[in-house]
Structure formats: structure tokens, C-alpha cells
């Protein structure tokens, strides 16, 4: 399975974004996603999961309320639409995807290169 994240740029503080994780592979429906992030100088953290069917999804308190987590298995497309969009948001996006538990922030197999998100204040 190989990733590839896009829609990340710059916004401005309380704007919104979407960013995309599109996946290659037949084999990309059966796996849990999630998005990542690394900010300048921190560890990565883990923002938000997807289970294969989309019925269950998990947040980071950080942005729980904010995003939203959604795929589509047709498209081989996973998504993660961002609003209220603060500073501290500002990162390098990541998608990843394995067979783990819906939440998990590890043990993932795959993974797509960065998309950054820029939020100014």
C-alpha cells in the first residue's frame, strides 16, 4: 500500500482545511487509518482514526470537535477535514495505515509522506 497525503497550505486562524490521503492498493479497505502530525521541535502525535468500515473513529483531545475523520473505500480515500483551525495546529500532516485498532498511535505499516498545514494568527 503506498500513501500520499495533500490539501495542507496556509490558513488563517478560525479557517478550515481538508486534507486527503489517497491510497493505492486493493488491500487499503481492510486497514485502519489515522492521521499524524510533528510539529517544529515536538514528537509526532496521533490527530484522528478511521477503522476499515468508517463506523468507529477516535479523536485526540487536542481537536476532538474540530475534525472530523471520513473515507471512502470505492475511492481508496481517506479524509480529515479540519475547522476552527489554530496556531498551535500548524504542522506536518501525515496519513498511515494498518491492522490495528481503531486509536492506536503505533504499529502502523504504512505511511504517506507529510502534507504541511500552516495556520497564522
Known amino acids: 500500500v503506498q500513501l500520499q497525503a495533500s490539501g495542507g497550505g496556509l490558513v488563517q486562524a478560525g479557517g478550515s482545511l481538508r486534507l486527503s490521503c489517497a491510497a493505492s492498493?486493493?488491500?487499503?479497505?481492510?486497514?485502519?487509518v489515522a492521521w499524524f502530525r510533528q510539529a517544529p521541535g515536538k514528537e509526532r502525535e496521533f490527530v484522528a482514526g478511521?477503522?476499515?468500515?468508517?463506523?468507529?473513529?477516535s479523536y485526540a483531545h487536542s481537536v476532538k470537535d474540530r475534525v472530523t475523520i471520513s473515507r471512502d473505500n470505492a475511492k481508496n480515500m481517506v479524509y480529515l477535514q479540519m475547522n476552527s483551525l489554530k496556531p498551535e495546529d500548524t504542522a506536518v500532516y501525515y496519513c498511515?495505515?494498518?491492522?490495528?485498532?481503531?486509536?492506536?498511535?503505533?504499529?502502523?505499516?504504512?505511511w504517506g509522506q507529510g502534507t504541511l498545514v500552516t495556520v497564522s494568527s
Open positions: 498511515a495505515a494498518g491492522y490495528v485498532a481503531v486509536g492506536s498511535t503505533n504499529r502502523y505499516a504504512y
Open positions: 492498493g486493493r488491500t487499503f479497505s481492510r486497514y485502519t
Open positions: 478511521i477503522n476499515w468500515s468508517g463506523s468507529s473513529t
